[in-house]
């Protein structure tokens, strides 16, 4: 935290909701917080000054789609990896995410509430971490590891390397969601639908009766939260709309008539078309399962189609990344599948305000004013003409302030 005030002086500000910058804007930052931005006030006595003439502030960049303690591709290896060491390895892994402009992230399943004390209590350098606790997945489902004649119990969720813990029937999807919501879940994830990296579940199998959904969006609704889901086809989209769900995670196969009633609905889709492009270039060799490799194309076919599909109905769209293992390098490539058909602004809005609204923090994280988290970026040209400059790992970011901390910065007037 910073305890002298700190100023950046004559900045252009990225103000997302607006899609443009203000210029020569002051900033006072103090006890981690933007206490006021103004225009070309200067900075009060006994301050600490970095003059940005020439520079851009920006809002720290937010993922509302990752897995921190996704080590590997191999899950079944994360899972009963010790969990000391998958603590570490997730030190690991959000530090290389801050270190890419990313100052908050939402975890969607297996991060605790321990990772969160380590960031806040600066233990890990690393983005502000929002959690579900694990992923509810029926028997058989999205999170359900073990092949057909692996008649093992379950998994292990008591495991911090694993992702999900598996629930059947209405009482278990309730106690399990009280017991995560009790642990410090912000949300509660459901896998609704098949997925790509389980064995067992094709992708277009709708999992969880609508009474088990129902029971977790009221439970999660009863705690001011609301429910996150797994889906891919327009049935289970439209079957989670429905019942309340509010967080629509990747959404490959979403039709016209369902985006309508999601955004209808005050729904926020979260596109992760990395995840399948990623797969697609170095699963099979990373040890994806053929099972696992036989699904990709039809998701990430059908992903490059959702973007215009969500546009046009007006349904926000949170940027969500979901690479897990050794594919997190991918991560900046995110920016360019979306370019594909969304403007620089739109993005800029996915990575900013939209995320920050979907992770419960709107006015404190995504944006630029009094008030909100010092989490900021500074770059030398201007985001809206040139995403570039969010590529390549962060290397274009001459500085990364996350709550009030520079984690990096080259700026001149720096003590
Ligand atoms: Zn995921």
Redo the contacts with the bound molecule.
Sequence with gaps: MTETPLVLTNARVLDPDAGRLHDRMSIRIEGGRIADVAPGADAPEGARKIDLAGKTVMPGLIDC?M?VVAWSLDLWGNMIAPTSLTALRAARVLEETLARGFTTVRD??GADHGLVRGVEEGMIAGPRLVICGKGLSTTGGHCDLRQRTDDRPGIMSDRLGSMGVLVDGVDAVRATCRTYIKEGAQFIKIMANGGVSSPNDPIHALQFSRDEIAAAVEEAENAGLYVAA?VYTDAAIARCVDLGVRSL?HCNLIEAETAARAAERGCIAVP?LVAYEALAREGAALGLGADSVAKIDTVRDGGRRSLSILREAGLPMAFGS?LLGELRKYHCLEIDLLAEALSAADILRSLTTVGADLCGLAGTAGVIAPGASADLLVVDGNPLEDLGLLKDDGAHLRAIMARGTFYKSDLEGMA
Excluded: A, N, S, V
């Design positions: 789609h897995h969607l399943g797994h995670e992760t979901d």
